[in-house]
């Protein structure tokens, strides 16, 4: 078996990390840098750049840089209204009505973007370790629901993934923290990335880690904050120029990144200046954008949001059967942890100091690789359990959510339900499964309408059908039934089928390691194609300098050769071609060397 890697698969930015000899380590990618921008970016003759070249363009192409998928993962387009405003890509609803992005007239599934990241990741692990990896864990956050689980899923199978197990990303953290410290803890884990925000309680008992309470945001991270800039940064324009320029674009996306500049900078400065020359022109001119952001006035933008992370944490700890003061420690982790009213608000809240001896940036992937050495047998005597953040249940009369495994339940977890019909000889069953805290069936998430079928013709109440609502270890929800009477299995069909169908993913997997291959095709012509370009430079430096030195046959000869190679490199990409031009001109570059040394 080959190594498992841990992927902290994140809003901005991922992370891969594996297990050498019994401890984490990060893995460096193909840039040399120990995360990758969560960014997939296309150029119009349908080239694809990922990480920090996708990032590099995503000033000047906005429209076809896809940042933050992770928010559009297993999301119904109704319900991505908060998302929408965050990105300047088109989102838009795909057939089964969930997101999709319209990218150089192609629709692509959030899964399959995800997937582009995957594979990227999964080779810089492949270049880094020299062997194939095929298995690995995924994170995501405590809060997503089974429909985003299973789109990180399938993202994982798309990308030539097999995902061993979800963790969700706190519960990861504290893993690393078990790895580290293994002394018995209540801590807090508190993890506020790009697009998300959870807490998890968790208490540690040596190398027991057992999650007590979590909860969250999914709409919840440092890209609303950098929204709350951004409307900002627009009011000032307006009030100074009379101009406005929320409906640009290309200028929306200049804010959005000076934005975040000027947030990561009041993180050590108390004040920043933004400028952005030629943010926009008019009749009399171009206009600028200049102004000073204070930490004061930043502050007073995002205390809402760091609000509403706090109050969050406030019901963790009643979830949880705690009070503050059983709080050991507290780990920060993500990008926008880094905040430093964030940090006040958390000590503040705490009343202790802060654990922040781990990477906040890492923390998330250390954990997935420890859960990955836990799996290959690699690391021993870790454990952690964890419980499903959301209810699950089904819809009952009145159109409200009966609980069947409510949230903070440890997993995995099953509940048994009978039903029945109401009806005489009815055939089939209905049921609706939903996951969520509300009362109301349709404020909470619709998993999928499940329809039993086949059921023997009977007086009403009389079938007695057993249903199995299972969560297994990665978060993930499966639905079965048994006719109670004659032990068979009933067949269940799902009417609303959610995310990508099983064929769906295989065929983008197809296409993803058709891709692949492609890609690398490309790349070795790309670097033959490096080559003949030195050998003709070669070639014309010895005509330079060694003329004299030559025969005039041999000088023919090398003068052919340059023609013939450069022709070679505005004629083909055909890699068989240019092997043989490749091994031609070296051949001839070697014996014309040589005549040169042996005329000195
Ligand atoms: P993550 O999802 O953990 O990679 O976190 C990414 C988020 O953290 C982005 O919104 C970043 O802008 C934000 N971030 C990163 N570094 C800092 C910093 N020093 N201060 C404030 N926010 C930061």
Request: hydrophobic letters at 40%; charged letters at 25%; proline letters at 4%.
């Amino acid at each position: 078996m080959g190594k498992v890697i841990g992927i902290d698969l994140g809003t901005t930015n991922s992370v891969v990390a594996y297990i050498d000899r019994g401890e984490p380590k990060v893995i460096i990618n193909e840039e040399g840098g120990r995360v990758t921008p969560s960014v997939v970016g296309f150029s119009k003759s349908g080239e694809r750049f990922v990480g920090d070249t996708a990032k590099r363009q995503m000033l000047i192409n906005p429209d076809a840089t896809i940042h933050s998928v992770k928010r559009f993962m297993g999301k119904r387009f109704v319900d991505a209204g908060n998302d929408l405003p965050l990105v300047n890509y088109p989102v838009v609803a795909s057939r089964n009505g969930d997101c999709a992005f319209a990218v150089n007239d192609r629709l692509l599934t959030p899964q399959e973007v995800s997937a582009m990241i995957l594979q990227k990741l999964k080779k810089s692990a492949e270049d880094f370790l020299g062997e194939p990896v095929t298995e690995a864990i995924i994170t995501v956050p405590a809060h997503f629901n089974d429909r985003q689980r299973q789109a990180t899923k399938d993202a994982g199978t798309i990308a030539g993934l097999h995902v061993l197990r979800i963790i969700n990303e706190p519960t990861a953290a504290a893993l690393a923290y078990l790895h580290d410290r293994k002394k018995s803890a209540t801590i807090a884990v508190y993890d506020f990335g790009g697009g998300t925000f959870d807490i998890s309680i968790v208490r540690i008992d040596r190398d027991v880690g057992e999650v007590r309470a979590t909860r969250g945001n999914n709409a919840l991270g440092g890209g609303d904050i950098d929204k709350l800039i951004v409307d900002w940064l627009i009011e000032q324009f307006r009030q100074e120029h009379r101009i406005d320029v929320s409906q640009d674009n290309v200028v929306r996306q200049r804010l959005r990144d000076a934005a975040e500049r000027a947030k990561i900078e009041l993180s050590s400065a108390k004040e920043t200046d933004i400028h952005l020359p030629f943010l926009m022109a008019d009749a009399s001119g171009p206009r600028h954008l200049q102004c000073v952001l204070t930490r004061a006035t930043f502050e007073a933008l995002a205390a809402p949001l760091i609000d509403g992370t706090v109050r969050e944490c406030r019901q963790a700890l009643l979830d949880a059967n705690l009070t503050v003061g059983e709080i050991d420690e507290i780990v920060l982790v993500g990008g926008s942890s880094r905040i430093p009213r964030v940090k006040e608000a958390m000590r503040e809240f705490f009343g202790r100091p802060l654990n922040q001896s781990l990477n906040p940036d890492e923390v998330v992937a250390i954990g997935a690789a420890v859960q990955a050495g836990v799996l290959e047998g690699e690391v021993k005597a870790v454990t952690l359990l964890d419980v499903t953040s959301l209810s699950l249940g089904i819809e009952v009369e009145g159109r409200k959510m009966a609980k069947l495994i409510p949230k903070n339940t440890p997993i995995p977890a099953q509940k048994m339900q009978l039903v029945s019909t109401v009806v005489d000889n009815q055939k089939t069953v209905k049921i609706h499964v939903l996951q969520g805290e509300s009362v109301s069936a349709v404020e909470n998430t619709s998993l999928g309408e499940f329809e039993l079928q086949g059921i023997e013709p009977a007086p009403r109440s009389v079938p007695r059908i057993e249903i199995k609502f299972a969560i297994d270890a990665s978060g993930l929800v499966q639905v079965s039934a048994r006719d109670v009477r004659t032990g068979s299995v009933q067949q269940l069909t799902i009417q609303a089928p959610s995310g990508m169908s099983s064929r769906d993913v295989e065929r983008a997997r197809d296409d993803a390691s058709t891709w692949e291959r492609g890609a690398e095709a490309a790349s070795e012509v790309r670097e033959l194609r490096h080559q003949i370009e030195r050998q003709l430079g070669q070639m014309e430096a010895l005509l330079r300098d060694q003329r004299t030195r030559l025969q005039r046959a041999d000088v023919q000869e090398a003068e052919h050769a340059l023609t013939r190679g450069r022709l070679a490199l505005t004629k083909n990409d055909d890699r068989a071609k240019l092997e043989e031009v490749h091994g031609w001109l070296r051949r001839m570059l070697t014996g014309l060397g040589e005549k040169v040394n042996a005329g000195r």
